[in-house]
Structure formats: structure tokens, C-alpha cells
């Protein structure tokens, strides 16, 4: 079964800058396109950034504008988001996800990540 434990999330100003982490464990990691969702208070859940077995990176572009950065360190099994020049409408909690099938496409589609993590709350004040 899969586990997935984010961590790095906090409360930071305007401006500032957070790096998630999230550490995989009881699959095989290296096989697997991971992402990035968040869901802000009333929203709906909305991807942010995945990056595929491959290494391939797909960004939502209308909401990340450049200043958000995903990594994978396959040796430690990991998926980062680097995200710099947050704004108050970051705020959410961003959830890590594998998707369901290996070495599958890259969706941006939270249906075909079958684990998640229990999400990790990102503030940002004005």
C-alpha cells in the first residue's frame, strides 16, 4: 500500500517562500508520475504540478505563473515544491499524489492519482 507524508508547510508573508516535501514509501517511486493539488476553503481541489517517472514537468500555469518548482529525488524516494513569491491566494492545503497506474501519462487529473497524502496547510498572510 502506498503512503504518502507531506511536510513543509507553514505560515509565511507575502512575498515569501516554502518548500514542501513529501516521502513515498511501498511502491516503486521511481515508476510513478507524482503531483502536486491544493484545495483552498469553499474550492474545489486543483492541480498545481506533476512531474512523471520520466522526469517530464507539467505546471498549472494560470495558478503557479513560474514561481512554483517541483523535484523528484528518486533516491529518496521524495517529491518537492519549491514555491517562491507566494501570494495570499496560495493559501490552501496542498495535498501529494501518486497517480494510480506506472509509467502512466502525467495527468492533471486529481481521478487518476489513486494515493494521496494527508495534505499539508500552506498560509499566506498580507
Known amino acids: 500500500q502506498v503512503q504518502l507524508v507531506e511536510s513543509g508547510g507553514g505560515k509565511v508573508q507575502v512575498g515569501g517562500s516554502l518548500r514542501l516535501s513529501c516521502k513515498a514509501s511501498?511502491?516503486?517511486?521511481?515508476?510513478?508520475?507524482m503531483g502536486w493539488f491544493r484545495q483552498a476553503p469553499g474550492k474545489e481541489r486543483e492541480f498545481v504540478a506533476a512531474?512523471?517517472?520520466?522526469?517530464?514537468?507539467?505546471y498549472d500555469v494560470d495558478s503557479v505563473k513560474g514561481r512554483f518548482t517541483i523535484s523528484r529525488d528518486n533516491a529518496k524516494n521524495t517529491v518537492n515544491l519549491q514555491m517562491n513569491s507566494l501570494e495570499p491566494e496560495d493559501t490552501a492545503v496542498y495535498y501529494c499524489a501518486a497517480e494510480r497506474v506506472p509509467y502512466g501519462l502525467g495527468s492533471k487529473m486529481s481521478a487518476d492519482f489513486g494515493s494521496w497524502g494527508q495534505g499539508t496547510q500552506v498560509t499566506v498572510s498580507a
Open positions: 512531474i512523471r517517472w520520466s522526469g517530464v514537468i507539467t
Open positions: 511501498g511502491h516503486t517511486f521511481s515508476s510513478y508520475t
